[in-house]
């Protein structure tokens, strides 16, 4: 079974601009999860899509949002790029979510974005 | 405020043994996760505890106590392949599956 893919894998934007980041999970997953990681924060967690919804934020502004598809694939969106939002971003896929589930959450290898 | 604490780097030598201690404090539990994570890579999935106690994967042993807080990975019959990022992330509740990362302890395995 294929693992989760990020599309693209490397990306240099200046600052202003925006971005849209694929995530494509494992077949069958149907939660999707976003997360930036820098050096210096390490992991954060940006938001959680499920059959569509966004369940779940982080502590992220508005800047950053997202959205899944009827095939559970998803996109995030960056606008008005800043300096810091430089740093390498993650998805996880999972089978099913919720309160009571042990599923885990499987990475894909990430896009790292550098704003210039 | 919700908190996870690991150390930042650690170094060990070639077939010995490491614990690598994570401890929490988070609003919610619904599980705490180790990722191993090579330099460049995604992280990859090494255990999964809800329970107190001990679960053994192989080389690989992970620690929970709910009470304290407190996990620990331990890596038996070190190789230098193990050299990795090591993370530990926490699964709130509430309904919430998204992982509260520490921000991972850099292990070096030398001959």
């Known amino acids: 079974k294929a693992g989760v893919t990020q599309t693209p894998r490397y990306l240099i934007k200046t600052r202003g601009q925006q971005v849209t980041l694929s995530c494509s999970p494992i077949s069958g997953h149907r939660s999707v999860s976003w997360y930036q990681q820098t050096p210096g924060q390490g992991l954060q967690f940006l938001f959680e899509y499920f059959s569509e919804t966004q369940r779940n934020k982080g502590n992220f502004p508005g800047r950053f949002s997202g959205r899944q598809f009827s095939n559970s694939r998803s996109e995030m969106n960056v606008s008005t790029l800043e300096l810091g939002d430089s740093a390498l971003y993650l998805c996880a896929s999972s089978l099913v979510a919720g309160e009571g589930t042990t599923d885990t959450q499987y990475f894909g290898p990430g896009t790292r974005l550098t704003v210039l | 405020g919700q908190n996870i604490d690991q150390p930042t780097e650690m170094t060990a030598t070639e077939g010995a043994i490491v614990q690598i201690n994570c401890t929490y404090q988070t609003s919610g539990f619904n599980g705490l996760f180790w990722y191993q994570q090579h330099a460049g890579e995604a992280p990859t999935f090494l255990s999964y505890?809800?329970?107190?106690g001990l679960e053994e994967k192989g080389r690989f042993s992970s620690f929970l106590s709910r009470s304290k807080g407190y996990s620990y990975l331990l890596l038996k019959e070190l190789q230098m392949k193990d050299s990795a990022s090591y993370l530990c992330a926490v699964k709130r509740g509430g309904g919430a599956n998204n992982l509260f990362f520490g921000t991972g302890t850099r292990l070096t395995v030398i001959p």
């Open positions: 505890n809800v329970l107190d």
